[in-house]
């Protein structure tokens, strides 16, 4: 795939749509997916839907299906960094799925925005394609013409109407599970938000379900794949697995997720398999360590079902040490129950803004701290010296966790070096 857009100038395109914001239909997408020769049907499909875990189980389950021989790539947002972490391919290898180049994404951003321009006429006059659009639409042009057999794509937003709801019937879907979060767009209840995320099921499709979904949420799955006659797994505790990369209980259910998935589609992966991908699988600002002396992790929870998970996985790794939280949240997240949530876990918090522009202030989120009942808050005027504070404030025998929102957790990883910061 040959271009002549540096990587610089698809940021600079992808970052103009941001002003079109979110806008939630699929006619754009089927127009530009047709004009580009429908890739998403050359393709295999695991399609993964919920809240909160979804990056992680896509990641897991590309690593799985690439250790049993077959060629899968990944596509997960956002980015922690830059755009092209969202696409993963399958490697020479064919055992790890690994990031595009920053070149290679962006020539297909470029034969993504050529193809936009022919189906302009058949839009709406004002219509353009949005930056999820655009990518999602870069990511299967790019699984489709590197060799992967399988895509496995992690849902944006919602499900019914996100971008990703183009693939073929006959794909798998896999459920994480379900909170309230995007209330705006995807309804005030979990019942509401439930339904939208298992939309994607069709007749033909099969459904593989956390064992993170309540009950109710569990009896609506059911119910989904019985209208449309689907095939369903519900995945239950992962057992004699040792040694998992990533941190965090939660990650053993995400792969269980995924081991499940992968057996709807390609059949079950041996144990060995499924240790392999434990043992050697990271996920990027998913309870990441980054330091010691003191410990120190990131973290992309940026809910409260998500800081709630955080917390319990705080008090078990932290044991006695003196905790240090770092905080940041957007100004459209419950700022007020995530700290309430953290505050039991902690022994003193940092908060700071996010590089975003929809990063609530740091006064005002101090001002929550103060009121949810934190009496040792301190204010830093950006991420890093925001770390450096909880660090120093922690000591080498203390603990850090830096949470709230995915924008903090890039900011850290970046080092103050150059990050694409999108606002969506």
């Known amino acids: 795939m040959s271009g002549d857009w540096t990587p610089s100038e698809a940021t600079e395109f992808l970052l103009s749509r941001e002003l079109f914001g979110i806008k939630p239909g699929l006619e754009r997408m089927r127009l530009l997916a047709q004009e580009l ?42 980015h922690l960094i830059d755009f092209n972490q969202r696409v993963l391919l399958p490697s020479v290898t064919g055992r790890i799925p690994t990031e595009v180049s920053a070149q290679h994404f962006a020539a297909a951003v470029e034969r993504v925005a050529s193809a936009e321009q022919r189906v302009a006429p058949k839009l709406p ?20 013409e590197s060799g992967a057999d399988v895509a496995v794509l992690e849902a944006g937003l919602g499900g019914r109407l996100d971008a990703t709801n183009i693939l073929r019937d006959d794909g798998v879907v896999a459920l994480t599970g379900i909170s309230l979060d995007h209330t705006r767009w995807l309804g005030n209840s979990f019942e509401e938000i439930a339904a939208e995320k298992l939309a994607v099921l069709r007749t033909g499709g099969k459904l593989a379900v956390s064992e993170s979904v309540t009950e109710e949420i569990r009896g609506l799955a059911r119910e989904r794949a019985r209208l449309v006659g689907a095939q369903v797994l519900e995945a239950g505790p992962l057992r004699g697995v040792e040694g998992m990369a990533a941190f965090g209980d939660f990650q053993t259910r995400n792969l269980s997720l995924a081991v499940e998935a992968v057996a709807l589609l390609e059949g079950r992966a041996s144990d060995q398999i499924i240790g392999t991908v434990a043992a050697n699988t990271l996920i990027p600002g998913r309870l990441q360590c980054i330091a010691q002396n003191p410990t120190t992790f990131i973290d992309s929870a940026h809910n409260l079902e998500g800081i709630n998970v955080l917390a319990d996985e705080v008090r078990r790794l932290a044991g006695s040490r003196k905790v240090i939280g770092l905080f940041a949240v957007l100004d459209d997240k419950d700022a007020i129950g995530m700290l309430a949530a953290m505050l039991p876990a902690m022994d003193g918090i940092v908060v700071t803004e996010a590089d975003n522009p929809r990063s609530r202030s740091a006064t005002s989120v101090e001002r929550v701290a103060n009121e949810v009942g934190f009496t040792e808050v301190r204010v830093a005027t950006d991420p890093m010296s925001g770390l450096e504070a909880a660090r120093s404030w922690a000591g080498r025998d203390g603990f850090v966790i830096a949470a709230g929102s995915v924008h903090l957790a890039g900011d850290l990883l970046a080092e103050g070096a150059s990050r694409v910061v999108t606002a969506l």
């Open 125 to 144: 006059e004002g219509d353009v394609a949005t930056q999820f659009e655009l990518v999602t639409a870069a990511a299967l042009l790019l699984n489709s």
């Open 37 to 78: 020769g429908n890739p998403q049907d050359q393709l295999r499909t695991i399609h993964v839907v919920g809240t909160n875990g979804k990056s992680s189980t896509t990641r897991y389950a590309a690593a799985l299906l690439c250790q049993m021989g077959v060629p899968a790539g990944a596509y997960i947002s956002p």
